[in-house]
């Protein structure tokens, strides 16, 4: 910790606030709130070391802090939110809900349409939703159009165009879709009518729609227009049975909103029920990412935010799996242990669980190809894996005597090699032939930066060498808090023996197996890779040397030889006026005796 960051730190209030971390250049790299700004924020330099590998890298990485104090608790987590969604620091969590759901949308207008739409204009129409199931939004809008003849066209009725009569009926009106308000059929009067009880079926009050029309019902019945009658208990018909389809909880319970969360690993689900009138009248889920050492209920809280933003929720009432630290002002939460609230999160749970498989289901099913997918699957049998090793990387070292190690990963991904994602090292910490130790040094910045970039990381690492630079491999895995997280192995050249971590009994898989045959092809592509880049490292060292051997040639002059000539023979064949004009004439009279004297040993050896 540096000491800028001790003294922000030990200037901190112990009040509620939203605090960002910032990188040297200036970008938050992460947003927090918190009810004590000072003991939350020192909290993360205390267990930076025993942290995760994530935590430990954005602590490395926080040049300053800022703060903003609020007055409330609440206040704070609606700020961390509407900072989260606006900067997208790197470190904070993931919520994968990008999609642009449709609305049901009341246009403002004389005679208002109610169409569908995925556009939100501010011109004062209602908008209802978002619905997140197509299916759902679909038998919502055949509802109204059956229960209330609506307008389909776009014609601009206002009073004075339908009294002068230049308007004519549609095919809507003829086939009983629509009263035609264009010509004069339907007041407006009556057509708002229809558009209250639309807006609050919309609203899922459908008791108050039924009870209104059960009124007219019997009133036009006294008046013996049975006619209208009919119509009416037709409709109220139509108006139960579409309600008996949706799910009904009980009763009791009104405008209630219903969370739960579901972890495996990195990844959590989020479910949503909307509850009005003792039924369930939305449905959503949401999938997030841990940013770094966030808990199920950090981020249970934050979900229920946006969640709630998005569908413009004002429930009092919020029932949730675990209890949030930090709570809406005004909403009461409760987790249930008993009675219709407890049965309605064991639903919402039971949502969670299904959305979770179906996740998991949606990614296995990536793998359209079935031999890729046998081949994988025997693969995380062979190899006694928890998981379908879909993205593989393969390690290998390279050195001659000594000079110039390097190193080669190369990924695959569904067994087949990506050449895009092929990466050199060159070794930095390692002098001499010290394979472990660069087999150590390797694995950790690779794994080290991917983390820190939050990029997703290998289910199997394959390690070209034997016991030695597997046990190497696997420290820096633990230095990483990631040898519970992925896979290695290491494979021996000269009888193609498997190696795990801590077992000395090796593995030996038949010849003919498809488990071998993808780790020999990794192997292969990792030691034609290092062994290119090495030798491509080790000409230009040749070149290198060979031209700073020639006295009064220094770096600067060889970078501009290089600058024009790709290689040691175009300048030895390059006239002295073309030389000169590059390095001047010294130095070109220089080479040129250098090379001259070359020539004239080599004769004289003959």
């Given at each position: 910790m540096t000491s800028a960051i001790e003294n922000t730190i030990m200037g901190l209030p112990n009040k509620p606030g939203v605090y960002r971390f910032l990188d040297?250049?200036?970008?938050?790299?992460?947003?927090?709130?918190?009810?004590?700004?000072?003991?939350?924020?020192?909290?993360?330099?205390?267990?930076?070391?025993?942290?995760?590998?994530?935590?430990?890298?954005?602590?490395?990485?926080?040049?300053?802090?800022?703060?903003?104090?609020?007055?409330?608790?609440?206040?704070?987590?609606?700020?961390?939110?509407?900072?989260?969604?606006?900067?997208?620091?790197?470190?904070?969590?993931?919520?994968?809900?990008?999609?642009?759901?449709?609305?049901?949308?009341?246009?403002?207008?004389?005679?208002?349409?109610?169409?569908?739409?995925?556009?939100?204009?501010?011109?004062?129409?209602?908008?209802?939703?978002?619905?997140?199931?197509?299916?759902?939004?679909?038998?919502?809008?055949?509802?109204?159009?059956?229960?209330?003849?609506?307008?389909?066209?776009t014609l601009n009725l206002t009073e004075e165009s339908i009294k002068a009569k230049k308007l004519k009926a549609c095919l809507e009106y003829q086939i009983g879709n629509c009263l035609a308000p264009c010509i004069g059929n339907q007041t407006e009067r009556d057509y708002e009518g229809n558009i209250n009880s639309i807006v609050s079926i919309l609203k899922g009050e459908n008791t108050g729609v039924i009870r209104e029309m059960s009124t007219a019902m019997l009133l036009h019945a006294r008046k013996l227009e049975f006619e209208q009658a009919e119509t009416l208990k037709r409709k109220i018909e139509l108006l139960k049975s579409y309600q008996s389809k949706t799910t009904i909880v009980s009763p009791k319970l009104d405008n209630i909103d219903v969370f739960s969360v579901q972890s495996e690993g990195e990844l959590l689900f989020v479910n949503y029920l909307k509850v009005k009138n003792g039924s369930i009248v939305q449905v959503h889920n949401l999938e997030a990412r841990r940013g770094i050492d966030?808990?199920?209920?950090?981020?249970?809280?934050?979900?229920?935010?946006?969640?709630?933003?998005?569908?413009?929720?004002?429930?009092?009432?919020?029932?949730?799996?675990?209890?949030?630290?930090?709570?809406?002002?005004?909403?009461?939460?409760?987790?249930?242990?008993?009675?219709?609230?407890?049965?309605?999160?064991?639903?919402?749970?039971?949502?969670?669980?299904?959305f979770m498989l179906e996740v998991q289901t949606q990614k296995n099913n990536q793998l359209s190809s079935s031999p890729v997918q046998r081949i994988l699957a025997t693969m995380k049998k062979d190899l006694r894996m928890n998981?379908?090793?879909?993205?593989?990387?393969?390690?290998?070292?390279?050195?001659?005597?000594?000079?110039?190690?390097?190193?080669?990963?190369?990924?695959?991904?569904?067994?087949?090699?990506?050449?895009?994602?092929?990466?050199?090292?060159?070794?930095?910490?390692?002098?001499?032939?010290?394979?472990?130790?660069t087999m150590s040094e390797i694995v950790y910045r690779r794994y080290s930066r991917l983390i820190e970039e939050m990029q997703p990381i290998p289910q199997l690492i394959i390690i070209d060498g034997g016991k030695g630079q597997l046990s190497a491999a696997y420290h820096s895995l633990q230095k990483l808090n990631l040898q519970n997280v992925i896979?290695?192995?290491?494979?021996?050249?000269?009888?193609?023996?498997?190696?795990?971590?801590?077992?000395?009994?090796?593995?030996?898989?038949?010849?003919?197996?498809?488990?071998?045959?993808?780790?020999?092809?990794?192997?292969?592509?990792?030691?034609?890779?290092?062994?290119?880049?090495?030798?491509?490292?080790?000409?230009?060292?040749?070149?290198?040397?060979?031209?700073?051997?020639?006295?009064?040639?220094?770096?600067?002059?060889?970078?501009?030889?290089?600058?024009?000539?790709?290689?040691?023979?175009?300048?030895?064949?390059?006239?002295?006026?073309?030389?000169?004009?590059?390095?001047?004439?010294?130095?070109?009279?220089?080479?040129?005796?250098?090379?001259?004297?070359c020539n004239q040993s080599k004769l004289s050896d003959r």
């Open positions: 040297k250049s200036g970008e938050v790299i992460y947003v927090g709130k918190a009810k004590e700004l000072k003991k939350r924020v020192s909290s993360y330099f205390n267990k930076s070391n025993s942290g995760s590998a994530k935590l430990r890298v954005l602590v490395s990485k926080i040049h300053s802090i800022s703060f903003v104090l609020v007055d409330s608790e609440n206040d704070a987590l609606l700020l961390e939110n509407n900072l989260i969604k606006n900067l997208k620091p790197r470190y904070n969590i993931l919520l994968k809900d990008d999609k642009t759901y449709p609305w049901v949308c009341i246009k403002k207008e004389p005679f208002p349409r109610v169409f569908k739409t995925r556009r939100l204009l501010n011109d004062g129409s209602q908008y209802f939703g978002p619905f997140t199931s197509g299916f759902y939004l679909k038998s919502m809008l055949d509802l109204i159009r059956h229960l209330f003849p609506l307008r389909t066209c966030e808990a199920d209920h950090e981020i249970l809280g934050m979900a229920i935010v946006n969640i709630r933003q998005r569908f413009e929720s004002n429930a009092k009432e919020i029932v949730v799996s675990h209890n949030p630290d930090f709570k809406l002002s005004g909403c009461k939460y409760f987790v249930p242990t008993r009675g219709d609230k407890l049965k309605l999160l064991d639903l919402s749970i039971r949502n969670c669980r299904e998981s379908l090793p879909i993205h593989i990387e393969c390690f290998d070292n390279s050195n001659l005597q000594g000079t110039d190690p390097v190193a080669a990963c190369v990924v695959f991904k569904n067994a087949k090699p990506q050449k895009k994602e092929y990466r050199h090292y060159n070794v930095k910490t390692v002098e001499g032939a010290d394979d472990f130790a896979s290695i192995i290491g494979i021996a050249k000269k009888l193609e023996e498997i190696y795990f971590p801590g077992d000395p009994t090796p593995l030996h898989l038949d010849k003919r197996s498809e488990t071998l045959k993808v780790i020999q092809h990794a192997r292969n592509e990792a030691h034609r890779f290092g062994i290119t880049f090495h030798r491509a490292k080790r000409s230009k060292s040749i070149i290198k040397s060979q031209l700073l051997e020639i006295k009064g040639i220094g770096e600067k002059t060889r970078i501009k030889l290089f600058q024009h000539y790709n290689s040691i023979e175009e300048i030895k064949r390059a006239s002295l006026h073309d030389i000169e004009n590059i390095i001047g004439r010294v130095a070109a009279k220089r080479i040129e005796q250098y090379y001259e004297q």
